[in-house]
């Protein structure tokens, strides 16, 4: 029991360690959004349409941060009614998060080293994530708790995907530079593979 409460109280801790990088940046991008900084080439797509960026920064950054506190059993029973408004609160930021990445990856312009197999996986892993919030809904609007679980594991996964990304881009960094082209495709899609398997690990444990 003594290993458990641990494991339960650095969960939080550990997921929103692993937001760090991606809601660091998404600050400075919406910083630079609002702030009025100079249009690069490297960020000019973001100035085209800022409205689905804003939006997706802030949607993103408070389902991660926010959600990782759902995931504390200890948490859930002492204040059911914190459990159930965060996770309306969950559901909007997940769905805004997804739905806004679908709109990027379909309507702006691609970034320079992304290939058409990346915009396939974001497509693939953005439309995922809206279903897994959407089945997560209707199964604790049936009062099926452990499939409702089950959904919302599968949806925070993966939207931590920018989080784990990050993560394993430094060794491969060290290793052999700064990857580009289909390396860092197959990178990218990688981390959402990694957190997907994290979370099936978790619902089946």
């Known amino acids: 029991m ?11 801790v550990a997921l929103i360690t692993l937001s760090f990088v991606p809601v660091v940046a998404g600050a400075i991008r919406l910083t630079e959004l609002t702030g009025g900084a100079a249009i690069t080439p490297e960020n ?3 100035f085209e349409a800022p409205l689905p960026v804003a939006l997706h920064i802030v949607g993103a950054s408070t389902y991660c941060v926010l959600g990782a506190f759902q ?3 200890g948490f859930r029973r002492r204040r059911p009614g914190w459990h159930r408004a965060a996770g309306r609160l969950l559901i909007v930021c ?3 998060a997804a739905l806004t990445g679908l709109w990027m990856t379909l309507f702006s312009p691609l970034p320079a080293g992304d290939d058409g197999l990346l915009s396939g996986f974001r497509i693939l892993f953005g439309t995922a994530m809206a279903a897994c919030i959407l089945l997560g809904l209707a199964a ?3 009062r099926d708790i452990t499939r409702h679980r089950a959904w919302m594991i599968r949806g ?3 939207g931590q995907g920018a989080g784990t990304q990050a993560l394993i881009h430094l060794p491969a960094m060290l290793l052999i530079g700064t990857p580009v ?3 860092r495709t197959l990178l990218l899609g990688a981390a959402w593979v ?5 979370a099936e690990w978790i619902i089946r444990s």
């Open 2 to 12: 003594t290993h458990q409460k641990r494991a339960a109280t650095l969960a939080p």
């Open 44 to 46: 000019a797509r973001f």
């Open 71 to 73: 995931f504390v059993p």
């Open 94 to 96: 997940g769905l805004l």
């Open 140 to 142: 604790i609007r049936r």
């Open 156 to 158: 925070y996964a993966i």
């Open 181 to 183: 082209g289909l390396t």
């Open 194 to 198: 990694i957190n997907l398997a994290v």
